[in-house]
Each structure stands twice: as structure tokens, then as C-alpha cells.
């Protein structure tokens, strides 16, 4: 019977501090104007029912509170606008109040001098420092043809074999864009630099909790090792003193660059290229398999579109600009790829101060996560949303 007691005591107690741990961060962020909503728990917040639950929180929460609704998410109290008015409207309106407003992990993680973390001039300037790599001579006489040789060199491995496509999906994306930025000295590096950039990831979408063990502190670690292997490659890139066609290369000519980015800026940027494309590019891949797989009728169409042009080619020719351009129905896939799987599903915004957006008061340094996900499975934007319809995108078909 003692312990009996000893143990409903001791459940009454810690119900009683949770309870009131929940109450004291309610009223701490308690302020006239905001938006209706919870914040969760001290320095997590809800952070572990937004990244479990995904999309499922979103809509729990907009069915309780609306459209515009407070959160505590990633250690950053946060408005979330599911609005598609309001949502257009911050977007349109970046720089009035309003920079990019990425979560401290995530910064610390990418770097401070990440482009996705700066605005005003240094956005401007490293935004053309970018530019630069993707200049339409750069696709056509650099990007389009590595990117075409390794992807024949990577896809042949998959003959004949089992695969697990959401992991061959990853490893496509990181070395297919390792290689555009280190050129050949990719392989030298590829092998010790993918399990760093892995954690790196999962870093990133987690609470800037800097204890041992924790996604966090994996992430920070992971971003030192990756800095010291790209300060070996620049520095061996500069002691050869050999030209590369590479964004590397290109970066590091500073003769040849409008935009002069320091070698921190350089190793920043190249991290945020990977990280921007990885996550992108690996899940739109597999996806697209998925759905392809899914309907016959539009892999037909898709095989019929690439043999065509095929046909016009010698086996060991690359593809081309002009190819690319003509792939209608290949873009019509990719896009309805991107729609129906959502790889994004929205932006972060940082307020510089207080601000009123449709009728409620957003405090100085809140962020405002511009959620846009719904906007894709709009039946009035997309008739018949859930089905996979490539045809939709093409001039004149529904």
C-alpha cells in the first residue's frame, strides 16, 4: 500500500510540475496580438510534434486555430500562415521588416554567410557571385555534360540489381551536385565527405542543443570535418595552380569575378548548394520513380518522349541544350512530381520589428513560417489535386 501511494505521489508530482511548465510558457509568450495557438514546452516547444508529425500537426492546428496560428518550433517562437493572401504578401514584401529568418541550427550548421542567411547588399552581391555558375554558357558547356557523364557512369551500377531507391536516391543527388562543384577531385573525397554531409542534414532540423549525443552537436562536428576537407581542396586547388572548369574553380579565379567571395564565403555557399539541392533533388528522384511506376500510361509517354530524341543521337552522344529544351513532357512530369509530392513545404521569415499582419501584432525577432503546402492540393488551382496528371502542366490540356 506504501509503495502504492509513494508512486501515485510521485505521478500527481510530476503531472503537476509538467502542467505547470506548460502554463509558465504559455505566459511567457503571452502578449496582446498575437494569434491564437500553444507553445509547448520550455526551450522545446513543439518542435517534436512538428517534425513527427509533419503536414498531420499543420492541419490539427489549423483546425483548432485557424489559418494564422503561434507556435514554438526548431527553439524559435514562430507565427504560422497557412493564409494564401497574407503568405503572398510577406513574400512579395521581403526586405520591409522582413529578412530571411532560418533557424539558429540551421545557421550554425550552413554558416552565417550562407546566401539563404543574408540580405541587402551581401544578399545581392553573393547572389551574383551565384549567378555566375549558371550563366547559360555554364550550363551548356559545363553543367549539362558532367552531370550527363555521371549520371550514365552512376546508373549503370544499378543493373541488374536490388536497390534501395530512397538511398541510392541520396547518394545520386550529393555526388551528382559534389561533382559539378569539385569537379574530379570529387572521388578523392566523396566517400569520407558523404557520411559527414548526412549528419550535417539531420543537424539541421533539430534544437540547437549543444550536448553530447545530441543531432545537433553531430551536425556541428560534421560541419567542421567538411570545412577542413574543402580548405585541403582549396588549397591543393591553389598550389597546382591547374585550370578547372568546375564551380570550384570558378569561384576561386578572382581575376575573372565581378563578385569576390572570401574563402569562408566560398565553403559557405558550396554547403548551402549541397543542402539546398540534396533534399530536393533526391526526394523529387524517387518520387517520380514512384509515381512513374504507378501509371504506366505516363512512363509510356515519358520513354516515347526520350527515344525520340534518342533516335537522333549516336549511342555515346551527351544530351544537349537544345534536347533539354524540347523535353515538354518531361517537365510536365517534374512539376507534378513537385506538386503532388510537396518537397518544400514552405519558407521562414524574420521579423527586424514589430510588425501587424492581418490584424495581429508579430513581436520583433519572431519568425513567420510561410506555409504553402495546402496551396498544391487546391481543387480550384488543380482540378482532381490527389492524381497524378503530368498532362495538367502541358498548353492546352487539363
Known amino acids: ?11 500527481l508530482f510530476l503531472f503537476s510540475v509538467s502542467s505547470a511548465l506548460l502554463r509558465w510558457n504559455e505566459v511567457r509568450y503571452r502578449k496582446k496580438g498575437l494569434p491564437p495557438g500553444t507553445m509547448g514546452w520550455p526551450v522545446f516547444g513543439e518542435t517534436t510534434d512538428f517534425l513527427k508529425q509533419g503536414p498531420n500537426f499543420m492541419k490539427n492546428q489549423r483546425a483548432r486555430y485557424g489559418n494564422i496560428f503561434k507556435s514554438h518550433i ?22 520591409k521588416g522582413l ?10 550548421i550552413l554558416g552565417n554567410r550562407n546566401i ?38 552512376h546508373l549503370s551500377f544499378w543493373d541488374s540489381r536490388i536497390i534501395d531507391i530512397q538511398q541510392m536516391t541520396k547518394e545520386m543527388a550529393l555526388l551528382s551536385a559534389l561533382k559539378q562543384i569539385a569537379g574530379a577531385d570529387s572521388c578523392s573525397i566523396s566517400q569520407a565527405f ?58 576561386l579565379r578572382t581575376e575573372e569575378n565581378k563578385y569576390k567571395l572570401t574563402d569562408e ?22 518520387m517520380a520513380v514512384k509515381y512513374l511506376h504507378d501509371h504506366p500510361s505516363v512512363l509510356q509517354e515519358l520513354r516515347k518522349e526520350h527515344l525520340a530524341i534518342r533516335e537522333k543521337k549516336r549511342p555515346d552522344d551527351p544530351i544537349d541544350l537544345n534536347d533539354l529544351k524540347s523535353m515538354c513532357f518531361t517537365r ?20 527586424t520589428k514589430e510588425m501587424e499582419l492581418n490584424r495581429f501584432v508579430v513581436p520583433k525577432g519572431w519568425r513567420i513560417y510561410v506555409y504553402t503546402r495546402e496551396i498544391n492540393y487546391d481543387p480550384f488551382l488543380y482540378p482532381d489535386p490527389l492524381s497524378f496528371n503530368p498532362w495538367r502542366w502541358l498548353v492546352g490540356d487539363s
Not at 500500500?1 to 509513494?6: D, H, I, N, P, W
Not at 510536365?332 to 521579423?351: C, D, M, P, Y
Open 1 to 11: 500500500m506504501a509503495v502504492l501511494l509513494m508512486v501515485l505521489a510521485a505521478v
Open 74 to 95: 526548431l527553439g524559435c517562437p514562430t507565427i504560422v500562415s497557412m493564409d494564401p493572401e497574407l503568405n503572398r504578401y510577406i513574400l512579395m514584401n521581403e526586405g
Open 99 to 108: 529578412v530571411p529568418g532560418y533557424p539558429q541550427s540551421m545557421l550554425d
Open 116 to 153: 539563404a542567411a543574408v540580405h541587402g547588399s551581401t544578399h545581392k552581391h553573393m547572389r551574383g557571385a551565384l549567378l555566375a555558375l549558371i550563366s547559360p554558357t555554364m550550363i551548356r558547356e559545363q553543367l549539362l555534360p558532367t552531370i550527363d557523364e555521371f549520371m550514365r557512369t
Open 194 to 251: 558523404m557520411p559527414e554531409f548526412f549528419k550535417l542534414v539531420l543537424g539541421t532540423l533539430s534544437l540547437p542543443i549543444d550536448l553530447p549525443g545530441t543531432c545537433y552537436r553531430r551536425g556541428v562536428q560534421a560541419r567542421k570535418n567538411i570545412i577542413s576537407m574543402l580548405r585541403q581542396l582549396i588549397e591543393g586547388r591553389r598550389a597546382s595552380k591547374l585550370y578547372h572548369q568546375d564551380m570550384l574553380g570558378r569561384l
Open 265 to 286: 564565403e566560398i565553403i559557405d555557399q558550396i554547403i548551402t548548394i549541397l543542402y539546398s539541392g540534396y533534399e530536393t533533388v533526391s526526394t523529387t528522384s524517387m
Open 332 to 351: 510536365a512530369v517534374i512539376f507534378e512530381t513537385s506538386r503532388l509530392a510537396t518537397i518544400v513545404n514552405g519558407v521562414l521569415r524574420k521579423t
